[in-house]
């Protein structure tokens, strides 16, 4: 491709609401353009990319015994109610009407129409296992989309799913997907984890795993051993509870009512008391599905709110305000206690440990001290309903603690069982004529994203540096001046060697200044550079790998020798 014929527009600066490096580097190299908020055209550089990426995913999941197909972009609402998720999913759901009144969805995924579709197709044992999958542009309304592609309100996304017999089928094609995944992104050049996971509002009947590209303005916590694999999600991550030591005084001594005129936060208690907040037992009070509920955790923890969620089986969860929570509870804001309340008490298990904690005594101006968490609280409700923090042992070992990453959400796996196959009814027939239900795996990547997190990841001060696997071109030729008939000859050569053998070349035939042509040379990121300058005179030209900036004058032939064999290692 010659650049003089390429739609591509490079900018000097960055735009003043590009948050984040990737966006700014795709806006500036001419990869994106913004129509609307969250909304992006693929630029012919930036769609080359794309179509790579798309490619790798192809031949993996082709490679896994995946089916290729392409469902409707708008979705009839009737399958969205009949499954369940129509209420659920909230407002992100974009939903418009026909001519007729009909109402449709923008699909923001497409576990509904996949299994109406084989309920109608499949009927018989055997016909299963089955796995189908898509790449397809997705919608959402995101409430507020930031990061460029990182979360955008339209996106392309592989969505795949899997239908079996029974859950020993599911691990298999769940697994065989798992694998699939680590294949895919390696091949990216991505530095990633595998974390434990909530299924959000996809849901399902078991495990669930999201791939994490590591970096630092990723919108999701990971907490992950430092000895093990074990990795999870900040929502899902648990850790080691520690053994505390007993005071024998403290387990005898009865719990008492005191006066605390005004003091209502942890950080009033800690500094009036002259305590820890691990002396403290903090009460919260929340909202479940329309039912107040109060949660009990350590003063020094933070509520998991998606533990508290799952754990209650609950579809809305919320923290009450002030009004509700002496409404429901007759006791004001900072006085709260979990002795005696009238709603149910989920406790910690950490806080089941303490033996002499404090906490509000539920009247105004008044906590108690001395509570023995196994003698005074109720424990109908005992489980982990916090964030772990970081530094604390790991669950699954017992050598490892618990470090933090931050991380971009790029793909996810879940064992979603009949969640969907069951309120669609989506059953067939087994060797004995016996009607079952098939058991479902759901498998998405987010493909536009992939762009934006191995920019991240693959970066300096001056541009992008792109992975040779899925780089707009492997190779761009730059002469130093388009009026020198020797240099061009140089270039033309070995553009159409590098052409004839699968080479991807941009050639910078633009008279421009060599400083200008570098400078967007860095900045689009190409692998590799070759420059054709005047030792062009003695058949040499200078080789740049784009990652390391190593330069080197070679000969024409063992630049082609280069490039070549450079292609064949990252294939």
């Known amino acids: 491709m010659y650049q003089s014929k390429l739609l591509l527009t490079t ?25 609307a908020a969250g909304i992006y055209t693929h630029m012919p550089i930036g769609l080359r990319v794309l179509r790579k990426i798309e490619q790798i995913v192809r031949k993996e999941m082709d490679k896994a015994g995946a089916q290729e197909m392409l469902m409707p972009a708008m979705q009839p609402t009737e399958l969205w109610k009949e499954s369940g998720r129509y209420y659920v999913y909230g407002p992100e759901l974009i939903r ?20 109406s579709i084989v309920r109608n197709e499949i009927n018989s044992y055997k016909k299963l296992p089955v796995t189908l999958y898509q790449i397809q542009t997705k919608f959402r309304d995101e409430r507020r989309p930031r990061f460029g ?78 000895c093990c694999e074990y990795a999870a999600n900040i929502e899902r991550a648990e850790s080691r509870n520690p053994q505390l030591g007993v005071d024998e005084a403290s387990t005898t001594s009865q719990h008492e009512k005191f006066y605390t005129p005004h003091i209502k936060t942890i950080d009033q208690l800690v500094e009036n008391l002259q305590i820890d907040p691990t002396d403290i037992m903090k009460t919260i009070v929340f909202i479940a599905d329309q039912r107040a509920v109060a949660v009990v955790v350590r003063g020094d923890h933070e509520i998991n709110e998606l533990k508290v969620k799952n754990y209650l089986g609950a579809e809305q969860l919320s923290l009450a305000d002030s009004e509700t929570v002496e409404m429901m509870t007759g006791v004001p804001t900072g006085f709260i206690g979990p002795i005696g309340l009238s709603i149910p008490v989920l406790v910690d298990q950490t806080v089941v440990q303490m033996y002499s904690g404090i906490a509000g005594a539920n009247e105004t101006d008044h906590h108690h001290r001395n509570i023995n968490a196994g003698r005074d609280i109720t424990l109908d409700h005992v489980g982990d309903f916090r964030n772990v923090i970081e530094g604390e042992l ?80 492997h190779v761009h030729l730059i002469p130093i001046s388009v009026k020198d008939h020797l240099q061009m000859e140089v270039v033309s050569e070995l553009y159409n060697r590098l052409l004839e053998n699968g080479v991807d070349v941009l050639i910078d035939d633009r008279d421009e200044r060599p400083g200008v042509k570098f400078k967007d040379s860095d ?20 080789i740049i790998k784009r990652r390391n900036n190593q330069k080197e004058i070679i000969t024409v032939n063992e630049a082609f020798d280069r490039i070549i064999d450079s292609i064949k290692k990252s294939d």
Request: charged share 20%; hydrophobic share 40%.
């Open 11 to 35: 900018m000097r600066e960055s735009p003043a609401d590009a948050e984040v490096i990737s966006h700014q580097l795709l806006l500036r190299a001419g990869f994106i353009r913004q129509l």
């Open 96 to 115: 418009l009407h026909d001519r007729h009144e009909r109402e449709f969805a923008l699909g923001p995924t497409h576990e509904e129409v996949i299994t």
């Open 149 to 226: 592609l990182l979360r955008g309100r339209e996106f392309l996304m592989k969505d795949a799913y899997s239908f079996d017999i029974d859950w020993n089928g599911l691990d298999q094609s769940y697994w065989n997907m798992f694998h699939s995944y680590h294949r895919i992104f390696n091949q990216f050049g991505l530095n990633f984890r595998a974390v434990e996971a909530d299924s959000g509002t996809i849901g399902g009947e078991g495990e669930t795993h999201e791939f994490m590209a590591l970096a630092d303005i990723g919108e999701d916590t990971i907490a992950a051993c430092t």
């Open 394 to 473: 790991c669950s699954r070992c017992n050598e490892g603690t618990l470090a933090f990453h931050r991380g971009i959400e790029i793909g996810h796996v879940f064992k979603l069982g009949t969640k969907y196959s069951g309120q669609l009814s989506a059953t067939f027939l087994d060797s004995y004529g016996k009607s079952q239900t098939m058991i479902m795996g759901c498998y998405g990547i987010g493909v536009s994203r992939i762009l934006s997190a191995v920019i991240e990841q693959n970066h300096d001060e001056n541009g992008m540096i792109w992975p040779s696997t899925i780089a707009p071109y």
């Open 523 to 542: 900045l689009i990121g190409i692998p590799i550079r070759i420059v054709v300058g005047k030792d062009a005179v003695n058949g040499n030209v200078e």
